[in-house]
T-cell receptor, first 111, second 113 residues
Framework: NAGVTQTPKFQVLKTGQSMTLQCAQDMNHNSMYWYRQDPGMGLRLIYY???????DKGEVPNGYNVSRLNKREFSLRLESAAPSQTSVYFC??????????FGPGTRLTVL | AQSVAQPEDQVNVAEGNPLTVKCTYSVSGNPYLFWYVQYPNRGLQFLLK??????LVKGSYGFEAEFNKSQTSFHLKKPSALVSDSALYFCAVRSLNDYKLSFGAGTTVTVRA
């Protein structure tokens, strides 16, 4: 039982490049989330998926897209990376008891 | 809109002393309240939650939190802090009918030996 896994762990992009962050959970949770963490700002919700087949915008969705590929996987795509997207990205899934389990994070730098 | 305020960026305590990390919230309707802890270069870990019932909730590692509806607060407490409790702590809130969780900015706790 690996919990929530994220790939890659680290990534450096140039402005304008695209990439997809992958997230998978093996706990059979319905809800999944993408957050970004910036110093002094806590975690901000980018997108979430309440259940397979649905996605909704969070607090800071601009510049991102998501895909809920199946119940296990929820990916986050940056179509044209900008320096303002330099951050640590966390994926999470939520139990029916409202507890969120977080992945180890992806540290992204956009030059 | 829902929001969380953690008024202290940092809390410093001596080992063995009580630890309190403050949190106030704003949400429509009844709140679901949570505390998470983050150790360096790690994801967040769930500590405890308030959904309904007893205002004092107990969680992992000896932590507890008290829900105060009139003051819209959910302060995290530990009677006797350990050096290993040094970490970044986040308070979070969501409303009953919403899947979105809103986090505070976090409070860095340092426990000195």
């Amino acid at each position: 039982n690996a919990g929530v896994t994220q790939t890659p762990k680290f990534q450096v992009l140039k402005t304008g490049q695209s990439m997809t962050l992958q997230c998978a959970q093996d706990m059979n949770h319905n809800s999944m989330y993408w957050y970004r963490q910036d110093p002094g700002m806590g975690l901000r919700l980018i997108y979430y998926s309440a259940s397979e087949g649905t996605t909704d915008k969070g607090e800071v969705p601009n510049g991102y897209n998501v895909s809920r590929l199946n119940k296990r996987e929820f990916s986050l795509r940056l179509e044209s990376a900008a320096p303002s997207q330099t951050s640590v990205y966390f994926c999470a899934s939520m139990t029916v008891y409202n507890e969120q389990f977080f992945g180890p994070g992806t540290r992204l730098t956009v030059l | 809109a829902q929001s969380v305020a953690q008024p202290e960026d940092q809390v410093n305590v001596a080992e063995g002393n009580p630890l309190t990390v403050k949190c106030t919230y704003s949400v429509s309707g009844n709140p679901y309240l949570f505390w998470y802890v983050q150790y360096p270069n790690r994801g967040l870990q769930f500590l405890l939650k308030y959904i309904t019932g007893d205002n004092l909730v107990k969680g992992s590692y000896g932590f507890e939190a008290e829900f105060n509806k009139s003051q819209t607060s959910f302060h995290l407490k530990k009677p006797s802090a350990l050096v290993s409790d040094s970490a970044l702590y986040f308070c979070a809130v969501r409303s009953l009918n919403d899947y979105k969780l809103s986090f505070g900015a976090g409070t860095t706790v340092t426990v000195r030996a």
